[in-house]
């Protein structure tokens, strides 16, 4: 039929009286040499005629009819890749559903944008007919498949166990994910990536363990793909390959790792997702996304100190004063003043000076120092009322130990300028 109004139309514009007297008929597929001479006469008329115009007219007159949902995605976006496996899954066209990167109208941050969604994150789906914007990916799910419910597979929203984990991934996996690729914090609640990267380990264990065994199929819930399945396997993406830069060689819990290999493997869709959050990955790692990120591409390498030492117990701290999971603060062995405390961090990042803080460091710079100011007000310790707070940075500045430390010294009066 397309060839049909092709030569039509052609006929109706061109030059060439030969395609005015040009008779097509359709017989249903009897003679494949009508095809071709079909192509051979357009192909003449599209090299010797006005083509440009007859083939603009006619991809009008067969053009796809406008889209009934605009979804604002891109293919690196784990949280979009959930909605777009439900897309797959029940086969939706473009018709249904158009995908359109937020780049294409300016960007998250853009006034069109911030309109229809003022969270400025994706996904977004907008319903074309009514303008509804819908933001929040498993809203966006859920709207989809009650959508489109004579299309596809159901996902199981009535089963309870699919649900569990879809809600345990979006309340507390998700939220951490940055913590494997943004350049600094915080990362959900963690100031700190170490404490993030040992939670988001953590959640995965435990959504680990709610995978049955003896299932009976290769979806989490049995034969039958769920919204688990979808809501899950995306970020899954994102540990198997992002979690080994920060030197984890086992990235994913045993059961979640054998689903995840048999959806690769055995589910033509959730491989295409598979391969589109990777590429996303890739372009990522070739623009050197983690050259810069710590505990990726930067890490400590200079050489230990004293105080690792007595971090690791070989050497007997003076006079523990306070000590918890990230600090450790003692006497100096050579006061300068009637009290003299040091608080040094646990773990030095990279912080052999202050001159080497970063983003990276806020949460401990200060978990430091609101250690010496709780230290200062202990009279136990010699102190009175203040107390100088001396953080030596660098040869000028008189520091002796490479590992970040905060003097704490009262007890008398202190003059100024210093020494």
Same mark, same amino acid.
Not at 231 to 238: E, H
Not at 380 to 394: K, P, T
């Given at each position: 039929h397309?060839?049909?109004?092709?030569?039509?139309?052609?006929?109706?514009?061109?030059?060439?009286?030969?395609?005015?007297?040009?008779?097509?008929?359709?017989?249903?597929?009897k003679?494949?040499?009508?095809?071709?001479?079909?192509?051979?006469?357009?192909?003449?008329?599209?090299?010797?005629?006005?083509?440009?115009?007859?083939?603009?007219?006619?991809?009008?007159?067969?053009?796809?009819?406008?889209?009934?949902?605009?979804?604002?995605?891109?293919?690196?976006? +784990?949280?979009?890749?959930?909605?777009?496996?439900?897309?797959?899954? @029940?086969?939706?066209?473009?018709?249904?559903?158009?995908?359109?990167?937020?780049?294409?109208?300016?960007?998250?941050?853009?006034?069109?944008?911030?309109?229809?969604?003022?969270?400025?994150?994706?996904p977004?789906?907008?319903?074309?007919?009514?303008?509804?914007?819908?933001?929040?990916?498993?809203?966006?799910?859920?709207?989809?498949?009650?959508?489109?419910?004579?299309?596809?597979?159901?996902?199981?929203?009535?089963?309870?166990?699919?649900?569990?984990?879809?809600?345990?991934?979006?309340?507390?996996?998700?939220?951490?994910?940055?913590c494997?690729?943004?350049?600094?914090?915080?990362?959900?609640?963690?100031?700190?990536?170490?404490?993030?990267?040992?939670?988001?380990?953590?959640?995965?264990?435990?959504?680990?363990?709610?995978?049955?065994? +003896?299932?009976?199929?290769?979806?989490?819930?049995?034969?039958?793909?769920?919204?688990?399945?979808?809501?899950?396997?995306?970020?899954?993406?994102?540990? @198997?390959?992002?979690?080994?830069?920060?030197?984890e060689?086992?990235?994913?819990?045993?059961?979640? +790792?054998?689903?995840?290999?048999?959806?690769?493997?055995?589910?033509?869709?959730?491989?295409?997702?598979?391969?589109?959050?990777?590429g996303?990955?890739?372009?990522?790692?070739?623009?050197?996304?983690?050259?810069?990120?710590?505990?990726?591409?930067?890490?400590?390498?200079?050489?230990?100190?004293?105080?690792?030492?007595?971090?690791?117990?070989?050497?007997?701290?003076?006079?523990?004063?306070?000590?918890?999971?990230h600090?450790?603060?003692?006497?100096?062995?050579?006061?300068?003043?009637?009290?003299?405390?040091?608080?040094?961090?646990?773990?030095?990042?990279?912080?052999?000076?202050?001159? @080497?803080?970063?983003?990276?460091?806020?949460e401990?710079?200060?978990?430091?120092?609101?250690?010496?100011?709780?230290?200062?007000?202990d009279?136990?310790?010699?102190?009175?009322?203040?107390?100088?707070?001396?953080?030596?940075?660098?040869?000028?500045?008189?520091?002796?130990?490479?590992?970040?430390?905060?003097?704490?010294?009262?007890?008398?009066?202190?003059t100024?300028?210093?020494?």
């Amino acid at each position: 039929h397309r060839c049909k109004q092709v030569v039509a139309f052609v006929g109706a514009s061109t030059r060439t009286q030969s395609f005015k007297n040009l008779h097509l008929s359709c017989p249903p597929m009897k003679s494949s040499r009508a095809l071709e001479h079909t192509f051979l006469f357009l192909l003449l008329s599209l090299a010797t005629c006005t083509y440009s115009s007859a083939f603009s007219s006619v991809m009008r007159m067969s053009s796809t009819p406008p889209s009934k949902h605009t979804l604002y995605d891109i293919p690196v976006s +784990n949280n979009g890749a959930k909605c777009r496996l439900i897309m797959y899954k @029940k086969g939706l066209l473009e018709s249904d559903v158009k995908i359109v990167s937020p780049m294409e109208i300016g960007g998250l941050k853009c006034a069109e944008y911030l309109a229809m969604n003022p969270q400025a994150k994706m996904p977004l789906l907008k319903v074309e007919d009514s303008g509804m914007c819908i933001p929040e990916s498993d809203t966006i799910c859920r709207y989809l498949i009650s959508q489109y419910a004579d299309r596809g597979p159901s996902f199981q929203l009535e089963d309870v166990k699919s649900n569990l984990i879809a809600r345990f991934h979006d309340i507390y996996l998700s939220p951490l994910q940055g913590c494997m690729y943004k350049a600094t914090p915080p990362f959900a609640q963690y100031g700190m990536r170490k404490d993030a990267l040992k939670e988001f380990r953590s959640q995965m264990k435990i959504i680990d363990d709610m995978i049955d065994n +003896n299932r009976d199929g290769i979806y989490l819930r049995g034969k039958d793909v769920s919204l688990a399945d979808v809501t899950l396997f995306p970020t899954m993406v994102f540990a @198997k390959y992002m979690l080994p830069k920060f030197e984890e060689k086992e990235p994913l819990p045993p059961r979640i +790792n054998a689903w995840f290999d048999n959806m690769v493997a055995q589910d033509f869709d959730f491989r295409r997702v598979h391969d589109e959050v990777y590429g996303g990955i890739k372009a990522w790692e070739e623009r050197g996304r983690w050259n810069d990120i710590w505990m990726a591409g930067l890490r400590d390498t200079e050489p230990a100190t004293i105080f690792d030492r007595i971090l690791a117990g070989d050497i007997p701290a003076t006079a523990v004063v306070k000590e918890d999971s990230h600090l450790l603060a003692f006497k100096d062995i050579k006061p300068a003043a009637p009290a003299h405390v040091l608080v040094i961090p646990k773990d030095r990042m990279n912080l052999t000076r202050l001159q @080497k803080s970063s983003p990276e460091h806020i949460e401990i710079l200060g978990r430091l120092m609101v250690a010496a100011g709780e230290i200062s007000r202990d009279e136990s310790l010699g102190f009175g009322d203040g107390a100088r707070i001396v953080v030596n940075d660098g040869p000028d500045g008189g520091q002796e130990i490479s590992h970040l430390h905060i003097h704490v010294l009262g007890g008398r009066k202190m003059t100024w300028p210093p020494g």
